[in-house]
């Protein structure tokens, strides 16, 4: 099977169109993800302990600017 593969810059990348809905996914309300979770089997709902263990690797844009 021959792919399809085409090398971009970073620069490049930054200025494609994303193939996400950024309204949709900011729109989604707690009990809408609950249900998507339910829905999909290979899904799972994280408990607190799971959670907690993420860090928090990239500071959005106004989280920068309170410094």
């Known amino acids: 099977m021959t792919e ?3 090398r971009i810059t970073l620069e ?3 200025k494609l169109k994303s193939l ?3 309204k949709k996914f ?3 309300t707690e009990a809408d993800i609950d249900k ?3 829905e999909d089997p290979d ?3 994280l408990t607190d302990e799971e959670l907690s ?3 928090l690797v990239r500071k959005s ?3 920068k600017d309170r410094k």
Do not use: D, P, V
């Open 4 to 6: 399809n593969i085409r």
């Open 12 to 14: 490049q990348a930054r």
């Open 20 to 22: 996400s809905n950024s």
């Open 26 to 28: 900011n729109e989604l």
């Open 36 to 38: 998507i979770i339910s």
């Open 43 to 45: 899904l799972y709902q």
């Open 53 to 55: 263990q993420f860090e």
């Open 61 to 63: 844009k106004h989280e």
